[in-house]
């Protein structure tokens, strides 16, 4: 008898290491690493929107988290279901990518090749310099986060079973 393969939820943590607060994304999927989710495949990525387009192409459920900057408080965290409706693209202007997360999620929209499941998890953000150092609010909201996309990728895998 074969084995029943389970549904793939991918989590992608967006961002660049050198640039303080725009590490987030890439500090909360290795927490997750850590906690080692059961048919989750996690992955760092630096959020150029077409190479985006391609790891997720056939994933049944995505999780992308990323650091934004909507005005809200410092270390604040946003939920979005981008299937839903776009993505507000103000809370991402400080992508260093000319073709950046929702840029990639509009042209997936356009060509229908969203993921079926898409979930954006934002960290209010504010120091994006090179070299700077992470806030203390960012790095506080970093935790929150991974437990909130470890909570949700078991609630997704359990809907996809």
Do not use: C
């Not at 909507?70 to 776009?86: D, F, N, Q, V, Y």
């Amino acid at each position: 008898m074969e084995k029943e393969q389970k549904p793939q939820v991918l989590i992608i943590g967006v961002g660049n290491l050198y640039r303080g607060d725009d590490a987030a994304g890439l500090l909360a999927v290795r927490q997750l690493k850590e906690m080692r989710l059961d048919s989750s495949v996690i992955m760092e990525h630096s959020g150029e929107g077409a190479s985006l387009l391609e790891k997720w192409k056939n994933a049944d459920a995505v999780i992308v988290i990323d650091a934004v900057d909507s005005g809200s408080a410092l270390g604040a965290i946003h939920r979005i279901e981008p299937t839903e409706k776009p993505l507000p693209t103000g809370m991402f202007h400080t992508s260093t990518h000319a073709f950046s997360l929702p840029d990639a999620i509009e042209l997936a929209r356009a060509l229908n090749e969203l993921p079926p499941r898409l979930l954006v998890f934002g960290i209010e953000a504010r120091n994006f310099q090179a070299g700077s150092e992470m806030s203390p609010e960012v790095r506080d909201a970093i935790q929150k986060v991974a437990k909130m996309v470890a909570d949700e990728a078991t609630a997704l895998q359990t809907a996809l079973k």
